[in-house]
């Protein structure tokens, strides 16, 4: 088996455009913090949730000093395109029964690589759930990072000083470009003290062990154990996370204040589950109402948080988005292929909504990107043959993509915004069904908010 966790240039050379891509064109704001936690040339062991396949993964290329090893289920390794992929990012195959009986002694030879991998002071990161889910809630763990932590550890005398890192990854949204993304990293684990327990009893290291990664996860994810309410819970979130944020005095600036008042929101929802169950059913039913509607005439919630809207308004945004639409055909002309196409592919290669996120990912900014961009440069060079030009025009490709998809964003928002006042003007019943429930909704959360 070939030493993944060997220091490789390719992946030396070739993760600075990654981070840059990933942390600042395909998603638009990225925060991270707990790096000072844990050192970078001690051995370590990741165990984050797992939300969004691949993307996760990138989350410790991208953040991190070192080239992390990763593991990954093997089926992952069938698509050649794929398994380039994960080959690049330094990742081992797990076999699971599903793969065949004849491949789980394979697993056996896994676990040793792990502890040497380990003990030679380099870096793995696995999910300790096993596969990912589009649910914000930690499932049950499965017990292979638990079995590599004490394998090492056993291995080097419990003397390995390795440390477990709990680490709760958290988007915006799991499939579309220019969204929000925080990483935070909890503090180290250590097992040392679990020596003697393991001795005697593995099976119940490796219980206390999961339990305390669970333990020290949960403040670091978004955790929302309630099937029953969930959908209503992440629409909170949406429409009264900063009204909460002001009640409470908490400060919203960066992506982790609000991470951190949509969890004290999420833990006062818990409460009033237990203490209010009639108050929380007729809130989800409100919500749910509000939600159905809103879905009906494609509106988002900015459409009735920042209602009403004037004509005169709407005709100055128009003339703005006239004004700038000259520089918007530039960069469709330059762009748009970069982000629709890799979509459209996203869409027919994979029914799994958060693999559509790393494909595009991947075909986007990792190949047709760089690819164009250099075409294009090279097209304009040879006509012009004067360097400050290709080099000018260079310069305005990403700057001109990244306009594009605010202005497509701008774009939508004012066409809804029209929609929502030709609405209104005809006084659809629906629109004011939407209004009155919005408003049942905020007041209700304000009473609560309050009283807590």
């Known amino acids: 088996m070939k030493k993944v966790e060997q220091f490789s240039w390719i992946y030396f050379f070739g993760r600075p455009w990654i981070r840059f891509s990933y942390k600042y064109i395909f998603y638009r704001r990225t925060e991270v913090r707990g790096l000072k936690k844990f050192k970078h040339n001690e051995p370590l062991l990741f165990a984050p949730n797992h939300q969004n396949a691949l993307m996760d993964a990138l989350v410790f290329v991208t953040t991190l000093r070192q080239q992390p090893v990763f593991l990954s289920r093997a089926d992952m390794f069938k698509k050649k395109f ?128 999961n339990e305390r990664i669970r333990i020290n996860i949960e403040p670091h994810m978004m955790e929302i154990p309630w099937m029953d309410i969930y959908d209503s819970v992440m629409d909170l979130r949406v429409i009264y996370g900063k009204r909460f944020r002001q009640l409470r005095k908490l400060p919203g600036r960066t992506l982790f204040h609000k991470f951190d008042g949509d969890k004290e929101m999420i833990r006062m929802i818990g409460s009033l589950r237990e203490s209010d169950p009639e108050g929380i059913a007729l809130m989800n039913e409100r919500v749910t109402g509000y939600r159905n509607l809103m879905k009906k005439y494609n509106f988002r919630e900015h459409i009735p948080a920042h209602e009403p809207y004037t004509i005169g308004g709407l005709l100055v945004e128009a003339i703005l988005l006239g004004l700038c639409f000259p520089l918007h055909l530039y960069a469709l ?31 986007s900014m990792a190949v047709m990107m760089p690819l164009s961009y250099g075409l294009y440069t090279l097209i ?73």
């Not at 629709?340 to 990912?361: E, G, S, V, W």
């Open 82 to 209: 794929i398994a380039r992929l994960l080959n690049f990012l330094k990742m081992l195959a797990v076999y699971r029964i599903r793969d065949g009986y004849e491949n789980l002694s394979k697993d056996q030879e896994l676990f040793k690589r792990c502890t040497e991998i380990l003990c030679s002071g380099h870096t793995i990161c696995l999910f300790p759930e096993g596969n990912h889910n589009a649910q914000r809630f930690f499932r049950p763990l499965k017990k292979g990072l638990a079995r590599i932590a004490f394998e090492a550890e056993d291995t080097c005398d419990f003397k390995l000083g390795l440390k477990i890192i709990p680490t709760g990854i958290d988007y915006s949204h799991y499939d579309n470009v220019r969204g929000r993304l925080t990483v935070s990293y909890g503090d180290p684990i250590t097992i040392a003290d679990l020596k003697d327990v393991y001795k005697s009893d593995p099976g119940k290291a490796m219980r206390e062990l």
């Open 333 to 363: 002309a330059t762009n748009y292929h970069l982000f629709k196409i890799p979509a459209i592919l996203a869409r027919k290669l994979f029914k799994d909504p958060q693999f559509r996120a790393t494909a595009a990912y991947v075909i």
């Open 380 to 452: 304009i060079g040879l006509i012009f043959k004067t360097w400050w030009i290709w080099l000018g025009f260079l310069l305005t490709l990403l700057p001109a993509g990244v306009f594009m998809l605010h202005y497509m964003f701008w774009n939508r928002k004012w066409r809804s915004r029209i929609r929502w006042v030709w609405h209104t003007k005809r006084h659809n019943p629906d629109t004011k069904r939407i209004a009155e429930l919005r408003r049942q909704i905020m007041e209700q959360m304000d009473q609560w908010s309050l009283r807590s």
